[in-house]
């Protein structure tokens, strides 16, 4: 058994990152059975999920469709709020007592949550069906953890506090044909006092750029139309490979492979240069849609917060962005975070009026066991109910500005990469290339195809589009 341990992975060692390929040497022990994956959080994790399911795969497993028919069910889980928390025991709960009328069902855990001590203290305490447990850093030795409880019928619980060597050429199942995500750079080393992920993801690690380019590559000639390239924080790749080559450097040559369609996610301002801009400006294919966090507006609590940048210097970086033709620029914003006063709190509001985003995910903050912000909350006088008004006001806000941004589209036609049916009978909906979603009224053939679309209404989250031929 091996269990994580905070202290541990706060560490960071200099040691060289090693590249290891991907091996299984295992027959189709999974065949005849079934596999669901329930996934929670970001799109790393999303992503994991997309090789869990190429692992299970490889080994003989196929997918259910449904969760009442499946043999194995794994809960990808996330850490980074409170009630990411809840909804995973949540779930637990409904699983318990699917097992109790399945005795054979196999429950496993994985993802950021997996790789706190107080979870697994509490999975080994009070969840005994949980048949195993994997953390982020050693997702590839998801089927040996699988064989071993099949073959012992006892808890299997391991997880890494360090992270190992980074793995190449995982089975991927993914979830779409058209639009691929790419790991550029695993962890983070920004350590903003608030987040848990520099814990549960480890130190920041680069995929070598050839692996990247091999992948994207081989998505190219499978006809997929967009990349996204993925990291915790992005713009810091290859600082740690120290071969003057960084996200600039990337993103060209990405560009040049002629994917119709490349993204990355996630910006830290701290980390783009105007290099990276230049980039950006100059292929048509490069999107110009950038998230890029800034938190909070205030001063005090961005320095509290540990984010390296003052209100001032994410603006200069926001209007040198905001140069590029056409762009939209989304951000994450976290209110209540602890001593944030009201005028703090106005501060935010004041950059949200002059950033004028174009959409923002909003958050309370939330303290996480082993942060130092979480120290900073057991004397912090703000009370939920304050927090809750406060972002109220700001959703109010960011929405109004989402609304605005959208309204300008009304009458113009965009570039649309079809994705799939909507809800809604007879609908299609796609992404423009500045990540906004579209519906309209279209046909099944067009899935996987840009598409122009000449936008005729806009709501905050949406706007509605008919085809132009
Ligand atoms: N509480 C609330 N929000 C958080 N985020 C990260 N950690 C916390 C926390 N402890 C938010 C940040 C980040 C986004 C992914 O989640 O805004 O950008
Ligand atoms: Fe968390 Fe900050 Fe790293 Fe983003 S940059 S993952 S918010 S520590």
């Not at 012992?152 to 793995?167: H, P």
């Not at 972002?391 to 990469?417: A, F, G, P």
Request: neutral net charge; glycine residues 6%.
């Amino acid at each position: 058994m091996k269990i994580p341990n905070m202290l541990d992975a706060k560490k960071r060692n200099k040691n060289e990152v090693k590249y290891t390929e991907y091996n299984v040497d295992f027959n189709n022990f999974g065949e005849n059975k079934k596999f669901y994956v329930r996934t929670y959080g970001c799109q790393m994790n999303e992503h994991d999920s997309e090789k869990i399911k190429g692992m299970l795969s490889s080994v003989g497993f196929k997918s259910a469709e449904d969760i009442n028919d499946a043999d194995v069910i794994i809960l990808n889980t996330c850490a980074i709020r409170e009630n990411a928390h809840d909804k995973v025991f949540g779930f637990l709960g409904v699983l318990k007592h699917m097992k109790q009328s399945n005795k054979n069902l196999i429950i496993g855990l994985c993802g950021c949550m997996a790789q706190e001590e107080g979870v697994v203290d509490e999975i080994l305490a009070k969840h005994k069906y949980v048949n195993f447990v994997f953390g982020t850093h050693n997702l590839h030795r998801l089927p040996n953890l699988i064989k071993e409880n099949m073959d012992t019928d006892k808890q299997v619980i391991e997880v890494y506090s360090k992270e190992g060597n980074l793995i190449e050429g995982m089975p991927v199942k993914r979830a779409s044909n058209y639009k691929a995500y790419v790991n550029i750079i695993y962890g983070c080393d920004k350590f903003c006092t608030y987040c848990i992920v520099p814990y549960t993801r480890g130190k920041q690690r680069s995929r070598n750029k050839d692996d990247i380019l091999k992948e994207v590559n081989k998505l190219v000639k499978e006809g997929y139309q967009e990349v996204t390239l993925l990291g915790q924080n992005v713009n810091a790749y290859g600082k740690d490979l120290n071969l003057g080559y960084d996200l600039a450097d990337l993103l060209e040559e990405v560009a040049k492979t002629n994917i119709p369609r490349v993204r990355f996610i996630t910006s830290h301002p701290w980390d783009f240069t105007d290099r990276m801009i230049e980039v950006i400006k100059k292929y048509p294919n490069i999107m110009n849609y950038v998230h890029l966090p800034i938190q909070s507006g205030s001063d005090k609590i961005l320095k509290l917060m540990g984010r390296r940048y003052t209100r001032e210097e994410y603006k200069t970086l926001f209007d040198k962005l905001k140069k590029i033709d056409g762009i939209a620029i989304t951000t994450d914003i976290i209110v209540g975070f602890p001593g944030e006063t009201e005028e703090d709190f106005l501060d935010t509001l004041d950059i949200v009026k002059y950033c004028q985003y174009d959409g923002a995910f909003t958050f309370i903050y939330s303290p996480r066991v082993g942060t130092p912000a979480a120290k900073l909350f057991e004397k912090d006088q703000t009370t939920l109910e304050e927090k809750e008004q406060r972002l109220y006001r700001l959703n109010e806000l960011i929405n109004d500005y989402s609304l605005m941004s959208n309204k300008r589209m009304v009458n113009n036609t965009y570039k649309i990469l079809v994705e799939g049916l909507s809800n809604k009978d007879g609908m299609m909906y796609g992404y423009t290339e500045t990540n906004k979603l579209v519906n309209f009224k279209g046909n099944e053939d067009l899935i996987g195809k840009i598409v122009n679309i000449r936008i005729i209404d806009a709501k905050s989250f949406s706007l509605d589009g008919e085809l132009v031929e």
